[in-house]
């Protein structure tokens, strides 16, 4: 099946810092997500992504399907982006099963 | 809007009870509907699916099972519980195949 890899997998910022997830995928995709997991478990839509650049507020996305990535950027962090950052996709041969990756596990330090 | 609740939000079994978690979807009809399960570490991982009524796929054969018995209903079941089956089970709902995803709150299970 479709490997899914996520970096980095911890990253510690100062509050306002900016940083960049990167997913990397080993085949080709029906569709991507970005999801934040809260401290309480819940996994937030952040981005539905399978192709082109998206922007909210201070977070922003870029897939690029045909080199296999996609990148998800936070600017100025807040304590409250602390969490767990995952990717997920469906693979060219799948239309219901998201692959996850491992996630990002981001803290930011007030 | 659409909405997607999950309960219980925790859970404590002895090993060898009856597990049954429930899902229901509001605000859509004839959703597509997963149980995911969360082990330790942070990785998920697909365990059944359904496109319809009575319809179920499973992904990992183990010591679960699912059943819809309505449209916007999903339910994860075990007859008896092993230590294994402990994480946290996430259900979650799409207009279709090959859409955008979304997540009830979890439930978290621990099994003693």
């Known amino acids: 099946g479709i490997q899914v890899e996520q970096s980095p997998p911890d990253l510690i910022l100062q509050e306002g810092a900016n940083s960049t997830l990167r997913c990397n995928f080993s085949?080709?995709?029906?569709?991507l997500q970005w999801f934040h997991q809260n401290p309480w478990g819940q996994l937030i839509n952040l981005f539905y992504i399978p192709s082109g650049t998206k922007q909210n507020g201070r977070l922003s996305a870029t897939t690029v399907a045909t080199e296999r990535y996609s990148l998800l950027y936070i600017s100025s962090s807040q304590t409250t982006d602390s969490g767990v950052y995952f990717c997920a996709v469906l693979d060219g041969g799948s239309n219901y099963k998201l692959t996850f990756g491992k996630g990002t596990l981001l803290t930011v330090n007030p | 809007s659409q909405t997607i609740h999950q309960w219980p939000a925790t859970l404590v079994q002895p090993v060898g009870s009856p597990l049954s978690l429930e899902c229901t979807v509001e605000g859509t009809s004839n959703p597509n509907l997963y149980w995911y399960r969360q082990a330790a570490g942070r990785g998920l991982q697909l365990l059944f699916y359904s496109v319809g009524i009575g319809q179920i796929s499973s992904e990992v054969p183990q010591n679960l099972s699912a059943s819809r018995p309505q449209d916007r209903q999903f339910i994860l079941s075990s007859k008896k519980l092993l230590l294994s089956d402990s994480g946290f089970y996430l259900c979650a709902w799409s207009r279709g195949l090959n859409t955008e995803a979304f997540f009830g709150q979890g439930t978290r299970l621990t099994v003693v």
């Open positions: 085949d080709s995709v029906n569709n």
